[in-house]
């Protein structure tokens, strides 16, 4: 194989290199490094450029300094206002890693005792000892770091000798790749190109230096590798011919005229994107994405309408039977009475179901609403014409397009979703999709009043449920997990329902993670039937489902969820026409930089706005929906740090759309990083 120009070789198996035996090819297929691209992001620990970092006895007290030591021992008082410690140390002397405001799993997670990391910040010196509070860059979005953790595990078994020879190997036979990038966009990166800047990604010198030029170019070249795929796979949909849906809009604003309320500017423009992608002839594959409580149902109900106007079936999927159930009602309370709706759930019994399918596969049935059981394979459609799917954030790309492909090409396919996500990771995350974006809330709705309160003071807030029971209103009472890794601790929940079972005899009712589905949705289904007033619960309570009578909720320990989760938790309450009332519990007192990510929450009720807040503050990765979403991680790219890269090349990528250029020339690229070869047939 000619390598010099070939990115095949990259993409060739690891026993093709010299030195590379079964043993050290199994290993490194384990750490998931199956070909010569893969081992190209780790960087061996012989690398790492020990004169950035320091010693223990050489800090200097007051500066920003990196350190690689070993965790040696935890001390999680379990008290007020004394923060969490880890005590590290390294051959010449112990430090100690303070930290206020995070729980322990992640602390464990980050500082794993006897495992050698390194971390940075600013040093400072209490009780006769080197502290360094909050360390910056042990998070794994620090590219610094991360390639240093990543050496780490990648050394087990696998000398140091025998890895500088396979990367050795790797980087002299490395192909030079002719250039995809444009002109302008290399221009940007002083003209760089990939091969030259993996040589300098590879020099110990260059370690942890992403503000250089190779580092960007690299990181842009995922990034824009990604939004690359996501466009052909959209483009593809759009290419896809389908039948037109004609349908009289006369209809549409019947329904619309009979509402209790009236439809917000940006329910209306989503509402016409829409309509203008069921009328043409191309296949729709759009997504509705509108912060919780903006209204999405009764677009995508209108939407459905229509496809039912022109002759054809929908089938409606939301993650719970109770959200179908909800679905169904208002879609058989707006409806026309001759439209044929049907609701399938996984209590009906067979003969039940055997019918539902019967009249599906004949046309007897226009929508059809329920959970995943409606995509089964048995379930056929005489024309199906409309996919709505509502509240699946943990859908990724693959599954959207498997979807779409399901459908066949006629039908058109809405998703929904509520998680805001930061502007930087949209096409990241929803790029292969159009986007009809809902901003505005309904101007009925009130904010919810977000107030924080310490624990000690409980009985304030058990006197205000009592007044908010007289009024004959119901509350939320959310637990986080005691222990986030383990999942499964619902101690904390069921401490909490006991207590308060006590102070309101036969009104309080608890589901978490161990409740079974069935005995979920009816606990949930008497909630919204009245019958008990406080539901306690861990977070897993479905977004989507409208309890209007619910406006209250409290959340304990609030400092253990990010923004973005506050902020989704909180959307549970405020969506009927009462006041509705959000209330924090923090066990300590918070925090300056605590009391600053509060009062984002109690300023704004605008998901967007508060997840760019919460991306800034917790990092990507956590930001809710984005790790469910099974985006791939970046090896380089980081969305807070690079945000101007993440800009560039949508840029990019809207001017190679919009002059419809021939892509061939990014088959390298796409090949070398689409590891989920999403677009295997490019030119
Ligand atoms: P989400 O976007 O979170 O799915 P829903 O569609 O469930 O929100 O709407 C929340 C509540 O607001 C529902 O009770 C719905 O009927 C109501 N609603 C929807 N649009 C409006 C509007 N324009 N004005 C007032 N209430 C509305
Ligand atoms: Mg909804």
């Given at each position: 194989m000619d390598n010099k120009s070939n990115y095949k070789y990259l993409l060739s198996d690891l026993s093709n290199l010299k030195g590379v035996g079964i043993k050290t090819k199994n290993l490194l297929v384990k750490k998931k490094i199956n070909n010569i691209f893969d081992l190209l992001w780790k960087l061996p620990k012989s690398y790492t450029d020990r004169s950035l970092t320091s010693k223990v006895k050489d800090l200097h007290i007051g500066e920003n300094q990196t350190i690689t030591v070993i965790p040696k021992k935890f001390f999680f008082p379990r008290i007020r206002n004394l923060p969490n410690r880890v005590l590290c140390s390294d051959e010449t002397g112990e430090i100690d890693c303070v930290f206020f405001n995070s729980y322990e799993g992640y602390i464990k997670k980050i500082l794993p005792i006897g495992k050698e990391v390194t971390i940075s910040g600013k040093i400072g010196f209490f009780r006769n000892k080197y502290q360094l509070t909050n360390p910056k860059y042990v998070s794994e979005d620090s590219s610094l770091i991360r390639q240093k953790h990543n050496s780490y595990s990648l050394t087990e078994g696998i000398s140091e000798k025998i890895y500088n020879k396979i990367i050795n190997q790797i980087i002299e036979n490395l192909p030079i790749l002719?250039?995809?990038?444009?002109k302008n966009v290399l221009n940007k990166f002083n003209n760089i190109s990939w091969n030259a800047s993996i040589k300098e990604l590879h020099k110990p010198e260059n370690i942890g230096k992403y503000k250089e030029k190779f580092y960007q170019r690299l990181a842009y070249d995922e990034i824009f590798s990604t939004f690359l795929v996501n466009s052909e796979i959209r483009k593809k949909i759009k290419k896809i011919k389908k039948k037109s849906k004609i349908f009289n809009i006369q209809d549409q604003e019947k329904i619309i005229q009979n509402l209790n309320f009236l439809l917000t500017n940006d329910q209306r423009k989503c509402l016409d994107e829409i309509n203008k992608d069921l009328y043409s002839s191309t296949k729709m594959f759009r997504l509705l994405q509108g912060d919780v409580g903006s209204g999405k149902t009764i677009v995508s109900l209108l939407s459905a309408h229509n496809t039912i106007n022109s002759g054809c079936q929908v089938a409606f999927m939301a993650p719970t039977e109770i959200l179908a159930k909800q679905h169904f009602d208002f879609a058989k309370k707006i409806f026309p009475k001759n439209f044929k709706i049907e609701f399938i759930s996984g209590k009906s019994n067979y003969k039940n179901k055997n019918d539902v399918l019967k009249r599906l596969l004949s046309n007897e049935i226009d929508i059809i609403f329920g959970t995943h059981a409606i995509f089964q394979k048995k379930i056929v459609f005489k024309n199906l014409g409309l996919i709505i799917i509502d509240e699946q954030h943990k859908f990724g790309v693959n599954q959207r397009k498997k979807l779409s492909d399901k459908g066949g090409d006629n039908c058109d396919v809405l998703l929904m979703t509520a998680t805001p996500i930061p502007r930087t990771l949209t096409m990241t995350i929803y790029g292969d999709m159009d986007l009809s974006i809902i901003r505005e809330k309904p101007r009925s709705r009130k904010p919810i009043k977000t107030y924080s309160k310490l624990e000690s003071k409980i009985d304030e807030v058990i006197n205000f449920i009592k007044k908010q029971i007289k009024l004959e209103n119901q509350i939320f009472w959310v637990c986080p997990l005691i222990d986030e890794s383990k999942k499964l601790d619902h101690a904390s929940a069921i401490k909490k329902y006991e207590f308060l079972k006590k102070i309101f005899p036969n009104r309080v009712s608890l589901i978490h993670g161990k409740t079974s589905s069935e005995d979920k949705e009816a606990i949930l289904d008497n909630f919204l039937k009245k019958k008990f007033d406080i539901l306690v619960s861990t977070t897993i309570i479905e977004v989507g489902i409208d309890f209007p009578n619910a406006n209250v909720i409290i959340i304990e320990n609030a400092n253990k969820f990010g923004l973005s989760q506050l902020h989704q938790l909180r959307g549970r309450v405020g969506r009927g026409k009462k006041d509705s009332t959000c209330i924090m519990l923090f066990k300590s007192n918070l925090s300056e930089n605590a009391k600053k990510r509060i009062n984002i929450l109690k300023n704004s009720n605008d998901g967007f706005e508060i997840s760019e807040e919460d991306m800034k503050i917790r990092?990507?990765?956590?930001?809710?929906g984005f790790k469910q979403s099974g985006i791939k991680n970046f090896k380089l790219a980081d969305p807070i740090h690079n945000s101007d890269l993440f800009l560039l090349a949508e840029k990019e990528i809207k001017r190679i759309e919009k002059n419809n250029e021939d892509i061939s020339k990014f088959k390298p690229l796409i090949k070398l990083y689409d590891r989920a070869d999403i677009i295997n047939d490019i030119a």
């Open positions: 002719e250039e995809w990038h444009s990092g990507f990765g956590d930001v809710l």
